[in-house]
Nanobody
C-alpha cells in the first residue's frame, strides 16, 4: 500500500522559512520522479517542484525559483521542500505526489489539472504566510 505523509507546515511570517517533508512507503522510491504541488483557496493545482529518481534533475516553478529547493533521500524514502523568503502568495496546502511511471517525468505545468495525473499523493500540509 502506497503511502505519502507530509509534515512541516505551519504559520510563518513573511520572509520566514519552513521545511516540508514527505515520508513515503509501499513502493520502490528510487524509481520515481517525486513532486510538490500546492493549492491555494479557490485556485487550481500548481506544480511547485519536482525531482528525478536519481536526485540529479529538478524542476522549480518560476513563482518559487530562488526561494524553494527540493531534495530527496533515497535511503530514507523521503522528499523535502525547503522554503525560504516566504510570501503571502505562498499560502496554500502543499501536497507530495508520485509520478505514475518509473524513471520518467510525466507531470508538467501545462498538463496538471487535478490529482489524477499522479499515481499517489498525500493528504497535504497547510502553509500559511501571514504577519
Amino acid at each position: 500500500q502506497v503511502q505519502l505523509v507530509e509534515s512541516g507546515g505551519g504559520l510563518v511570517q513573511p520572509g520566514g522559512s519552513l521545511r516540508l517533508s514527505c515520508a513515503t512507503s509501499g513502493f520502490t522510491f528510487d524509481r520515481y520522479w517525486m513532486y510538490w504541488v500546492r493549492q491555494a483557496p479557490g485556485k487550481g493545482l500548481e506544480l511547485v517542484s519536482g525531482i528525478d529518481a536519481a536526485n540529479w534533475t529538478t524542476y522549480v516553478a518560476d513563482s518559487v525559483k530562488g526561494r524553494f529547493t527540493i531534495s530527496r533521500d533515497n535511503a530514507k524514502n523521503t522528499v523535502d521542500l525547503q522554503m525560504n523568503s516566504l510570501k503571502s502568495e505562498d499560502t496554500a496546502r502543499y501536497y507530495c505526489a508520485k509520478d505514475r511511471y518509473t524513471y520518467a517525468r510525466s507531470v508538467f505545468p501545462g498538463v496538471l489539472q487535478d490529482f489524477s495525473i499522479f499515481s499517489s499523493w498525500g493528504q497535504g500540509t497547510q502553509v500559511t504566510v501571514s504577519s
